[in-house]
């Protein structure tokens, strides 16, 4: 992609978060290593507020709703949509509104990748 394109591209998002933006600040945990071959939990990082939208995110050919013991329990996924330098990794945590959330997948996955990017999209699990 040349750069007069991704510039276009990266306007157009900027227009399309401020929109409907949310301030999010991420808390990570981080991990020290254990000695023994693993990691323990080490303190939590929290990141820099951020400028993300939130997104339902639907898709027309998957169940909206899961069955279990005590009926049917609406599934609302959401993704963030961010710029494409954020500050965000799988297994991040926020609060919006009330309601807890975990990052639990990030595109483009890797960092580095993320310089050829229009945005970065987090799919989300509600934790409540």
Request: aromatic content about 8%; hydrophobic content about 35%.
């Amino acid at each position: 992609m040349d750069t007069i394109e991704l510039k276009v591209m990266r306007r157009q998002l900027d227009a399309f978060i401020q929109a409907d933006p949310r301030t999010i600040v991420f808390t990570r945990q981080t991990k020290v290593d254990s000695g023994a071959g693993g990691w323990v939990q080490g303190p939590e990082v929290h990141t820099n507020p951020q400028q993300f939208r939130l997104v339902p995110f639907k898709r027309r050919l998957t169940q909206q709703e899961q069955n279990t013991q005590d009926g049917d329990v609406p599934l609302i996924p959401y993704v963030l949509v961010g710029y494409w330098n954020s500050d965000v990794e799988r297994d991040d945590l926020f609060t919006l509104s009330g309601i807890y959330y975990e990052v639990i997948g990030v595109e483009p996955k890797i960092a580095s990748d993320r310089s050829q990017a229009d945005r970065v999209v987090c799919e989300l699990e509600v934790r409540s």
